[in-house]
């Protein structure tokens, strides 16, 4: 059966990576968090105070950086040069500076041209901001998921409290409604809806629900390539 590259954008805290892993997994298709990606950039910025007006210095260390996904116990896994990064880059200190890394041309046309190599055989479900617009413009489904920003703060929240994060609930609408100024207004690949995106507006479906909902738009896409 022919193979499709799915691409699921929205704005941040709607639940993209829960839903394409799973999409991932149920397809055997291969999970690529774009996310994760900038995350481990920004991660590795500030570990080494990379200073992000500094053009040459953003150059060097983007070339000092290696980014893979690998399985492990808790599942799929991001290792920054080598190392485990993934509890790390979900830690506030990184959320908060993600935008303004993402939001540097430099680092995401780095960050573009892995993804797109990584798509190039399609199967690939990949989750993030411009994935449907710039890294797969192509691809044969595009889903654009959104919920209430009150909604979100709450599941960044009892995510963030379950891993022992302090951060409170203001503190991370706040951070939210930045991160979606910041990812709708940037000059490079901004936040974006696809023309041909399905759009899915989970606030109150349940995450069995909102699967159920992508695999049939998923299952009709392959279909349709298959005929």
């Known amino acids: 059966m022919k193979k499709i590259n799915i691409a699921i954008d929205g704005y941040s805290s709607c639940?993209?990576?829960?839903?394409a892993k799973a999409?991932?997994?149920k397809l055997h298709y291969i999970y690529v968090d774009s996310g994760a990606m900038y995350r481990a950039v920004t991660l590795y910025f500030l570990e080494n105070k990379v200073d992000l007006e500094d053009d040459a210095a953003v150059a060097d260390a983007l070339d000092r950086i290696d980014i893979r996904f690998e399985r492990g116990p808790e599942g799929i896994e991001t290792y920054l040069n080598g190392r485990s990064v993934e509890s790390e880059i979900r830690e506030m200190r990184v959320s908060s500076?993600?935008?303004p890394v993402a939001a540097?041309?430099?680092?995401?046309?780095?960050m573009v041209r892995q993804q797109q190599k990584m798509g190039e055989q399609r199967g690939v479900v990949m989750d993030g901001r411009d994935i449907g617009t710039v890294v797969f413009p192509d691809a044969e489904l595009k889903i654009f998921l959104t919920a209430d920003p009150?909604?979100?703060a709450r599941r960044r929240y009892e995510e963030l409290k379950a891993k022992g994060s302090s951060a409170s609930m203001e503190e991370i609408k706040s951070n939210l409604l930045e991160r979606d100024h910041i990812d709708?207004?940037?000059?490079?690949?901004?936040?974006?809806?696809a023309v041909d995106a399905v759009v899915i507006d989970n606030t109150h479906l349940t995450q069995e629900g909102q699967l159920k909902l992508a695999l049939e738009l998923a299952e009709s896409r392959i279909e349709a390539g298959s005929e």
Do not use: C, H
Not at 15 to 19: D, H, M, R
Not at 104 to 110: F, L, Q, T, Y
Not at 184 to 193: G, H, K
């Open 15 to 19: 639940g993209k990576s829960t839903l």
């Open 150 to 152: 009150a909604e979100r």
């Open 23 to 25: 999409m991932a997994e």
């Open 184 to 193: 709708s207004n940037r000059e490079d690949s901004p936040l974006r809806q």
């Open 104 to 110: 540097i041309s430099k680092v995401r046309r780095a």
């Open 97 to 99: 500076m993600v935008s």
